[in-house]
């Protein structure tokens, strides 16, 4: 009986899958070629009629808002806790006292948290400049300056001053300290509006914060760029802080009796780095839109900004 010859190679069936393969392949390239096309031309678009808006999302992403608005809480809450044990040691009564009154104004504290703040920052024995220590209240002091260096590079990336060229005196970060303490013992009079009320307080706190924060941008980019263009900033910044200010008297009172009543320190400890972290994120977004706003044509002329900030770039 005769063999019946075997077919080689694949079944008929199957031979048309390579092309099919090949045409599914093909019809996914075209696809995604579609699909950024569609894209650039959105974004090209979006840049003729909203070009504002298109720096801004660029800005965004070339300073990592998050990333950096984390960094500055981290190191916030890491050089600004034992600086301010460090001054509670060193500084007479009444500037002790002035301290713990602004903190408790600011953040509306009452009940244990407030205890729990006197007993940390007035202690009634010298037990807390024993622990201390001149050399430990030294090494706080510089390691402070941490907290400093996180605000510049963030001024420096919002206003994308490049690193190299740049250097910048270290008694900058040190002076930046000193001020902001200094500001901080203002801070309860100015919301209480020198005795009359928040209907003066919150105005001079926003006022008060602009002036901070145009200072601190000048200070820390050391002047590489004028007074005039980091005015936006100052002003937007200073706006969200204040309003971040009227709802820290509303929430954060609450939320850390809360924590503290459930968590103990821990939980607390956990709010106020929360906390931080929305500040920083507004510090970060505004200081950041602040640039961009100042580079827009029209007004960059009249704030005297120069060509290259126009062009959407710091000069060096």
């Known amino acids: 009986m005769p063999s019946t010859p075997r077919s080689s190679g694949a079944p008929p069936q199957s031979r048309p899958r390579p092309r099919r393969r090949r045409a599914g392949a093909s019809r996914r390239r075209g696809w995604t070629h579609r699909i950024a096309v569609r894209a650039r031309t959105a974004h090209t678009r979006a840049e003729d ?24 809480a981290a190191e916030s809450f890491l050089t600004a806790v034992p600086l301010l044990f460090v001054v509670a040691a060193y500084a007479p009564p009444p500037v002790r006292h002035q301290m713990v009154t602004s903190l408790r104004i600011v953040f509306g504290l009452t009940g244990a948290v407030n205890s729990e703040l006197e007993h940390a920052l007035e202690p009634a024995t010298g037990d807390l400049r024993q622990a201390t220590g001149v050399v430990g209240g030294l090494m706080v002091l510089l390691s402070a300056t ?27 970060w040190l002076a930046w300290i000193v001020l902001w303490l200094a500001a901080l013992m203002m801070q309860g009079p100015l919301h209480e509006g020198f005795g009359a009320g928040p209907w003066l307080g919150i105005p001079m706190t926003l006022v008060g914060l602009t002036g901070l924060w145009w200072w601190t941008q000048h200070l820390l980019l050391g002047g590489l760029i004028g007074w005039r263009p980091l005015l936006p900033g100052a002003v937007i910044t200073a706006a ?7 709802t820290a008297r509303l929430y954060m009172p609450r939320a850390l009796d809360r924590t503290l009543a459930e968590y103990g320190p821990l939980g607390s400890v956990f709010v106020m780095l929360s906390w931080l972290i929305v500040v920083c994120v507004a510090v970060a977004l505004s200081i950041s839109v602040g640039a961009v706003v100042a580079e827009e044509p029209g007004l960059a002329r009249r704030l005297g900004s120069p060509p290259t900030l126009r062009q959407g770039a710091a000069r060096p």
């Open 240 to 246: 969200a802080l204040t309003a971040l200010t009227v």
């Open 146 to 172: 941490a907290m400093s260096r996180a605000v510049q590079r963030l001024c420096k990336r919002a206003w994308k001053i490049p690193r190299a060229g740049t250097r910048i005196a270290p008694w900058r």
């Open 49 to 72: 009629r909203f070009p504002i808006v298109t720096r801004l999302a660029e800005r965004m992403v070339s300073v990592n808002i998050f990333d950096s608005a984390t960094r500055l």
